[in-house]
């Protein structure tokens, strides 16, 4: 089934180790995204990709890089991880990374740091 | 400041009840796109709809209306005879072109809760 898987499920963390949450899609989307969820937040973007080899930064980048070296793949990595990037995250993409094009969404990982 | 502003945290009704949650945005561009996703307790967020800001028209889809009123900056979405497998958090989004990275901003959610 086409779509976007992440990996893993859920983590367990603690504080001041370094992780690396997957991301992959098969719909040969041009754009990919990374939110975290938060409660009373929403969803807030964290790095974005407009295509591969480019990346940019979000509303909430500090703490989090991402990489882009293909099409399908968009890691997500913290380098050094702190209890406040305790959340959900989420990974989406859409075909092209205009405002029109439709976002599709991942299962989600929720990290948990201690 | 772009803004999505969802003021209902969490609505509950009886099975069969009509029930609407409200959307407001706020917006400095005349052009921009709106968005409503349904994350059930499963956990994945599901598209719903898109709708441009020169499309007021409103959009029924099954028992799933929205209405778009630019003179109030809403976006509301009404579920009618609702039903248990409605029950989810929804989510309105409105994404502007200047931005250039599709970037979505998110109201806070709505938690509805369908009782049978």
């Known amino acids: 089934i086409a779509g976007i898987t992440q990996a893993p499920t859920s983590q367990i963390l603690a504080a001041g180790r370094r992780m690396t949450l997957r991301c992959t899609q098969d719909?040969?989307?041009?754009?990919m995204y990374w939110y975290r969820q938060d409660l009373g937040l929403g969803l807030r973007l964290i790095h974005y990709s407009n295509t591969a080899g480019t990346t940019g930064k979000g509303e909430v980048p500090d703490g989090y890089s991402v990489s882009r070296a293909n099409t399908d793949d968009f890691p997500l990595t913290l380098a050094s991880a702190v209890p406040s990037q305790t959340s959900v995250y989420f990974c989406?993409?859409?075909?092209?990374?205009?405002?029109?094009?439709?976002?599709?969404f991942g299962p989600g990982t929720r990290l948990t740091v201690l | 400041a772009q803004k999505v502003t969802q003021a209902q945290t969490e609505i509950s009704v009886v099975e069969k009840e009509d029930v609407t949650l409200d959307c407001v945005y706020e917006?400095?561009?005349?052009?921009?796109?709106l968005f409503w996703y349904k994350q059930p307790p499963s956990g994945e967020l599901v598209f719903l709809i898109r709708?441009?800001?020169?499309?007021?028209q409103n959009e029924i889809s099954g028992r799933y209306s929205w209405n778009f009123q630019k003179s109030t900056s809403s976006f509301n979405f009404t579920i009618t005879a609702s039903q248990v497998v409605d029950s989810a958090v929804y989510f309105c989004?409105?994404?502007?072109?200047?931005?250039?990275?599709?970037?979505?901003?998110f109201g806070q959610g709505t938690t509805l809760q369908v009782k049978p």
């Open positions: 719909m040969r989307h041009n754009a």
């Open positions: 709708r441009n800001s020169f499309d007021e």
């Open positions: 989004a409105l994404s502007e072109p200047p931005s250039n990275t599709g970037k979505l901003i």
């Open positions: 989406a993409s859409s075909h092209g990374g205009g405002p029109t094009d439709t976002q599709y």
């Open positions: 917006t400095r561009d005349t052009t921009y796109y």
